[in-house]
């Protein structure tokens, strides 16, 4: 296990999003880390059949949210250096990344995680007062 202690600002992956978080906690194996800036939006749709539609079920998903605790293994949590972003910009930012990439790519995949982040973007400007 990597020498994080609680208060160290790490970044840490978690299912398809990356995130800037403080560690919390410590168990064998996994980091609790509270959640300060999202670096990259989770992807839409099912973790195991990546850019497929005909799924059972296409997972909408949300970052997680500002000082939400997360266990993450500890392979996916990296030192942080540098200035933290404000959640809510960061959020914004990455969230319109991931909208406009998915806008360019012509495929039926790009157009259900589009669907599924306009309920998304309802959700995070109604939860942190924000515009996307």
């Known amino acids: 296990m990597s ?3 609680n208060g160290d600002i790490v970044t840490a ?3 398809t999003g990356k995130y800037i978080g403080e560690v919390t906690d410590s168990r064998p194996g ?3 880390v509270k959640v300060l ?3 990259k939006h989770p992807r839409q749709g099912d973790l195991h059949n990546p850019k497929e539609v005909d799924v059972p079920l296409f997972h909408e998903r949300k970052a997680l949210a500002f000082r939400e ?3 993450i293994p500890e392979k996916m949590v ?3 250096e ?3 972003p404000e959640y809510n910009e960061s959020l914004s930012s990455t969230f319109n990344e991931l909208k406009e990439q998915l806008a360019s790519e012509d495929s039926a995949f790009a ?3 589009l669907e599924t982040l306009e309920s998304i973007q309802r959700e995070y400007e109604l939860m942190y007062s924000i515009k996307l």
């Open 78 to 80: 990296k030192p942080f």
């Open 13 to 15: 992956l978690y299912k």
């Open 3 to 5: 020498d994080f202690k």
């Open 69 to 71: 605790r997360a266990n």
């Open 37 to 39: 800036a999202v670096l």
């Open 111 to 113: 157009a259900k995680s």
């Open 82 to 84: 540098g200035d933290i």
């Open 30 to 32: 996994v980091y609790v």
